[in-house]
């Protein structure tokens, strides 16, 4: 799955970061790398961005970027 698909108030865990060059080198210096959780908190009313809280910090992400992010989601006691 990846993290533009998830339901507001859930958390999740990065599992890959995809993309090439520039985008996938932006997303891992903003700490988004395998491992690390992930809330996301808002989505904007037109559907983007999306607002993510992650390491202690707020981040706003476009939905097209947030597609390069793989993640594993706990729901109802199963990993989707």
Do not use: F, W
């Amino acid at each position: 799955m990846t993290l533009d698909k998830m339901p507001i108030g859930s958390t999740t865990t990065v599992t890959a970061v995809r993309g090439e060059g520039e985008l996938r080198c932006r997303l891992l210096d903003m700490g988004i790398i395998p491992g690390t959780k992930i809330t996301l908190s808002k989505i904007a009313p037109m559907g983007d961005p999306l607002e993510l809280r992650l390491r202690g910090y707020v981040l706003t992400l476009r939905k097209e970027d947030a597609a390069n992010i793989d993640v594993t989601y706990h729901q109802g006691g199963k990993t989707v």
